[in-house]
């Protein structure tokens, strides 16, 4: 087991988020499960600040539970992407950033050949509907064998499960370097991680106004090798998502620490953004009507927070854009390239305008089918909701 030491965790009242030195043009985004999904809907629908692309572990197609029953975006079922599909195309340059981007997007799909959750017919789709988008150079597709739905690793950490395990927290040694593989996969070669001492430090940040949205908690987290702390070095921007059931208040540092993300970016002059969601518990108007709450802190990928969950103006996704946007804030360039294209980044649409979603805590609708009582990708607390709604 590596040993991982992270200086300066512990809690002192989160700051405002400050910016780096960080290149606009090399930010990426990957994530687990529901945030597998947030993943895609940000690289999909915010192409323009996601330059170099996205990647997904265990992630459900674009749009897909939009229009559909979210229930059949998951398990191992085969959710439509017709309409999903087209949606991109109509939406295109205006309810989302030109779909034209994603051909020169470097795109990581994974999933596990034992995950139940979100499993290997509902990946099949996204892969699907995303080839149809990028060319076969710039996509990789992989199935990480016997694996549940879990983020998979290389190395034993504490508190994991088994591969074939799917319980909190959801990490687990699959003999399969899921970070370095997607940030790889994404950004190209890295140099080796360092599976010592990390030299630098996780900050934590004010994620309300602007950073923050209904479904996030009040506190982010950024760890910021000490190469980035500075300005001295131009260094790029991964943003990692959890899961359900694996934000900070579920987890702690859990997802933070045993990830791998941070192993990679300490050697490589990676910011690594880890932006929160939390459990709400509050009911909403989801597709067909329904009445869902969000008990496991799932990011939204289902139109809790409003129809537009996936659009440009979503406003869990505004939120993580404005931290992205903050962060890349401090960009210096250097004098000789300070007149680069790459430095001049441009979106199609400024994330403002984030409206709180409406709510409703009215009649819960009796979740009583076997597929809706899965829910929520990771559900079993929910279950227990349930009985008390
Ligand atoms: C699903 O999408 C189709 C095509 O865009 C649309 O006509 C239909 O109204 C949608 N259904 C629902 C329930 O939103
Ligand atoms: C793949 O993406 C790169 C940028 O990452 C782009 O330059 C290239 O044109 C893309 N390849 C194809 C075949 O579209
Ligand atoms: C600026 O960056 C370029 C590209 O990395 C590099 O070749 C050049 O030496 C840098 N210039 C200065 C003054 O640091």
């Not at 430095?343 to 609708?365: F, H, L, Q, V, Y």
């Amino acid at each position: 087991m590596f040993n991982i030491l992270i200086l300066g965790v512990t809690g002192v009242s989160a700051a405002t988020l400050r910016a780096y030195n960080v290149d606009p043009g090399l930010v990426s985004v990957s994530g687990l499960s529901s945030g597998g999904s947030m993943s895609v809907q940000l690289g999909v629908a915010y192409s323009e600040t996601f330059k170099i692309g996205f990647g997904a572990f265990a992630g459900s197609p674009y749009d897909c539970a939009r229009n559909q029953s979210y229930a059949d975006c998951m398990s191992n079922e085969s959710p439509l992407i017709t309409t999903p599909t087209a949606n991109m195309k109509s939406w295109s340059g205006n309810e989302i950033s030109a779909v034209d981007n994603i051909e020169s997007r470097k795109i990581y799909i994974q999933v596990g050949s034992a995950d139940t959750t979100v499993g290997p017919n509902v990946v099949d789709q996204l892969n699907t509907q995303l080839s149809s988008f990028d060319n076969s150079a710039n996509i990789t597709y992989v199935t990480t064998s016997g694996a549940a739905h879990t983020f998979p690793t290389d190395f034993d950490a504490s508190g994991n499960n088994a591969c074939t395990d799917s319980t909190s927290p959801y990490i687990s040694n699959c003999n399969y370097d899921g970070a370095g593989t997607v940030l790889q996969w994404l950004h190209g070669t890295l140099n080796p991680r360092n599976t010592g001492t990390l030299s630098g430090t996780i900050v934590s940040f004010d994620q309300t106004g602007q950073y923050g949205a209904p479904g996030m908690d009040t506190t982010g987290y950024l760890y910021v090798p000490a190469a980035c702390q500075g300005s001295s070095a131009i260094c790029k921007l991964h943003v990692a998502l959890h899961g359900c059931v694996q934000g900070y208040s579920q987890v702690g540092s859990t997802f933070i620490k045993n990830t791998g993300y941070t192993m990679w970016a300490d050697t490589n002059d990676f910011i690594i953004l880890f932006p929160q969601a939390i459990q709400d518990n509050k009911y909403y108007t989801i597709f067909g009507g329904k009445k869902l709450s969000n008990p496991n802190g799932c990011w939204d990928w289902l139109g809790w927070y409003g129809t537009n969950a996936d659009q440009i103006g979503g406003v869990q996704m505004v939120a993580i854009v404005n931290q992205v946007k903050q962060i890349t804030n401090g960009y210096q360039g250097n004098s000789s390239i300070s007149t680069a294209s790459s430095s001049k980044t441009t979106t199609p649409s400024s994330p403002t305008g984030a409206t709180s979603a409406s709510s409703s805590a009215g009649s819960a609708e009796k979740l009583i089918n076997k597929k809706q009582a899965i829910l929520a990708l990771c559900g079993l607390d929910l279950l227990l909701i349930l009985i008390f709604a």
